[in-house]
């Protein structure tokens, strides 16, 4: 596992190779396996593969969602606010399981923020999704996750790369 994490890295440059059926299923079951605040599996998922969509979720965002278009597969995230108050934290921690798990399949993958951020200066990224993928209201859309099999080479991190700094024992010191 955590060689998996030293490896991990935002893929944003994908080869157009179909990424095949029995992984799309491992991811799906990634998605649903992930936990929940009390148990209430307040995420939703919407697995695009359809080109012309791909296509208008890549501008979803000004800066940030282009990569998107040469996905071969995009997760879109939902919490469904109705269910729980805490559908961000539920529906990140389904991101990052699905993250891993595409890690371990040889698959490279990349979030795109879309909770508080705009498409244009009218419009919600989160509206545009909504309307494109006709989501209602109530299921809000946290994040996106372009994934596929990597076209660019990053370089794992080790130990070097860590902040250990950041992390204290018992109490926080200044
Ligand atoms: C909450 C969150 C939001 C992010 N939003 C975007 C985004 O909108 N577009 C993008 O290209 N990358 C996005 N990223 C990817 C980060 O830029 C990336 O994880 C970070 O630079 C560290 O690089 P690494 O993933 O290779 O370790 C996001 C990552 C996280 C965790």
């Given at each position: 596992m955590l060689e998996l994490l030293y490896q991990r890295r935002s893929i944003r440059n994908y080869l157009s190779t179909p990424i095949e059926e029995e992984k799309v299923q491992k991811l799906i079951r990634a998605a649903l396996l992930a936990p929940s605040g009390r148990g209430v599996d307040s995420q939703r998922f919407i697995v695009v593969t359809d080109q012309n969509l791909l296509s208008k979720l890549?501008?979803?965002?000004?800066?940030?969602?282009?990569?998107?278009?040469?996905?071969p597969l995009v997760f879109v995230i939902l919490g469904d606010s109705k269910a729980t108050d805490i559908w961000v934290e539920d529906a990140a921690l389904a991101a990052i399981t699905i993250q891993i798990t595409a890690q371990s399949l040889g698959l490279g993958s990349c979030w795109v923020q879309v909770?508080?951020?705009?498409?244009?200066p009218e419009k919600t990224a989160e509206e545009y999704v909504q309307e494109l993928l006709n989501i209602?209201?109530?299921?809000?859309?946290v994040c996106m996750l372009g994934i596929g099999y990597p076209a660019e080479n990053k370089k794992a991190r080790t130990?070097?790369?860590?902040?250990?700094?950041?992390v204290y024992t018992n109490t926080y010191k200044i």
């Open positions: 890549a501008q979803t965002r000004e800066f940030g969602s282009a990569f998107l278009k040469d996905a909770r508080n951020r705009q498409q244009s209602p209201s109530h299921l809000k859309v130990d070097n790369d860590l902040d250990f700094s950041r």
